[in-house]
């Protein structure tokens, strides 16, 4: 065992949790099994570690692992005011690639919603969405058909959710799936906050010839709790980063870029 190890595994639990808080915070989401190795300690300890952490409310626990704590959801007037020119320029940027007569499933995000009011007002087109907010935005186009799945509404996405929404999009098949994100990580997969808009998120994605992602800077390098997809499941991704270390994997991994 090397020195650095050693004095690891001396340290007391209460000092090994307050590392173990530092690496979620700082990483997002940290797995039992390599904390146990690089702590030298057993992995029963560090499950009692992120079990001590979780009952003080300071991560939160999953098989396996744990994660930084969601932060409480915005309600969605003052969501839209962040990054609001970011989300314009993204939403304006994809609604550009849009053809006339497409078919769009859309998720549920204050991006998505710029998407939405940008759509060229002369195309024809069909637009499904689960998500109350852009069912409202779609009906200010003037050739657009909304058809508005439903299901029980979720507060957190604002969004019909569950067994009766999936079952919905899983009949469909569309010419575009237009997804928002709460965060791509740094193992390039696509992350929800919500159990069941993960779900759904991954269902609307296979339900799709194409994905557009649209995410803002502050979403790309950022975990959240649930895994929804690899980021190769995704077509195209419009985004405000400028961050060349990930738009470089993100295009490795075969998907193209439109920085805006």
């Not at 190890?5 to 690496?23: C, G, H, M, T, W």
């Not at 997969?189 to 994905?211: G, P, V, W």
């Amino acid at each position: 065992m090397s020195a650095d190890k050693v004095e690891l595994a001396a340290l007391s639990p209460e000092e090994r949790q307050a590392l173990i808080l530092d690496k979620v915070n700082a990483a997002g989401r940290v797995l039992a099994a390599g904390l146990a190795q690089e702590f030298g300690v057993s992995e029963d300890s560090i499950r009692r570690d992120l079990r001590d952490l979780s009952d003080a409310g300071l991560v939160q626990r999953f098989h396996g692992g744990a994660a930084r704590l969601v932060t409480p959801a915005l309600d969605f007037q003052r969501r839209e005011t962040l990054h609001a020119g970011e989300k314009q320029r993204i939403g304006r940027a994809a609604a550009a690639m849009i053809p006339d007569s497409a078919t769009l499933l859309v998720d549920s995000s204050t991006t998505v919603v710029q998407f939405v009011r940008s759509l060229p007002p002369a195309l024809s087109l069909r637009i499904i969405t689960t998500a109350v907010d852009v069912a409202a935005a779609a009906l200010d186009h003037p050739l657009a058909e909304v058809i508005m799945l439903g299901g029980r509404l979720g507060r957190l996405t604002r969004s019909a959710t569950g067994a009766g929404a999936v079952d919905a999009v899983r009949a469909l098949r569309v010419d575009y799936c237009v997804l928002g994100t709460c965060g791509v990580d740094h193992d390039l997969t696509l992350r929800a906050d919500d159990y069941e808009d993960a779900h759904l998120k991954a269902t609307m994605i296979r339900a799709a010839n194409k994905t557009l992602l649209l995410a803002t800077a502050d979403k790309l390098g950022q975990a959240a709790t649930y895994e929804v997809a690899p980021i190769a499941s995704v077509s195209t991704l419009f985004t405000s980063s400028t961050d060349a270390a990930i738009l470089t994997s993100i295009r490795e991994a075969g998907v193209d870029v439109e920085a805006v």
